[in-house]
């Protein structure tokens, strides 16, 4: 099946770092992926749209120079997290769809990756 | 606009005994539906989806689904639970004129809780 890997899995660092976060997709090709962010006992939220090879999209509210995303090649995306402050502690998750990708595919999940910031 | 209702926050079941998981949604044209379940400190993995047919989908794990268009319903249903269904569990719609994923909505979750 479809393996979309994460990493790190969690990471601590200091209030004013950047962190880097990693998502590949590892049996397949990903021209597009999703970056989501989940606060405690709460639903995911889309935080932008990653599209290999172009900028990516993001949502309302969400601010782009704080929350860089690289998609440089069709297997790997990556989230930067720049000048971390505390409010960004959560959990950062991506996804992927196995090409075509139509409306009825499912999304593929990484393990999430636990940020806090202290 | 794309919406997902997940009624109860917490579900409580004893082991063996039959589990549902509430789900509702809106969505102004067809629906797909999916099913995905959340351990500690991981990803969401895909349970199951509907997209046309039979009402009664079956999926991963032994659960199975049953897609309701006049209640506008997709409720999650295991015969037997077992303590180690105990997870959050997430309903999300997408419109099938969706290609691109934008507009894949997530439920607020239910954590299940399945008691020995």
């Known amino acids: 099946g479809a393996v979309v890997s994460q990493h790190p899995s969690w990471v601590i660092c200091k209030s004013g770092t950047s962190v880097k976060i990693e998502c590949r997709s590892l049996?397949?090709?990903?021209?597009?992926m999703f970056w989501y962010r989940q606060f405690p006992k709460q639903s995911l939220m889309l935080m932008a749209t990653s599209n290999e090879g172009s900028k990516a999209t993001y949502e309302q509210g969400v601010e782009k120079d704080k929350f860089l995303i690289n998609h440089a090649s069709l297997t790997l995306s990556t989230l930067t997290v720049t000048s971390a402050h505390p409010e960004d502690s959560s959990f950062y998750i991506c996804?992927?769809?196995?090409?075509?990708?139509?409306?009825?595919?499912?999304?593929?999940f990484g393990n999430g990756t636990r940020l806090t910031v202290t | 606009a794309q919406s997902v209702a997940q009624p109860e926050d917490q579900v409580n079941v004893a082991e063996g005994n039959p589990l549902t998981v509430k789900c509702t949604y809106s969505v102004s044209g067809n629906p797909y539906l999916f099913w995905y379940v959340q351990y500690p400190n991981r990803g969401l993995q895909f349970l199951l989806k509907?997209?046309?047919?039979?009402?009664l989908v079956k999926g991963s794990y032994g659960f199975e689904a049953e897609f309701n268009k006049s209640q506008t319903s997709f409720h999650l249903k295991k015969p037997s639970a077992l303590v180690s269904d105990s997870a959050l569990y997430f309903c999300a719609v997408r419109d099938i004129r969706d290609n691109y994923g934008q507009n894949f909505v997530f439920g607020p979750g239910t954590r299940l809780s399945v008691l020995p």
């Open positions: 509907y997209i046309t047919g039979d009402n």
């Open positions: 996804s992927a769809r196995v090409p075509p990708g139509t409306a009825n595919s499912p999304l593929h």
């Open positions: 049996d397949f090709q990903a021209t597009t």
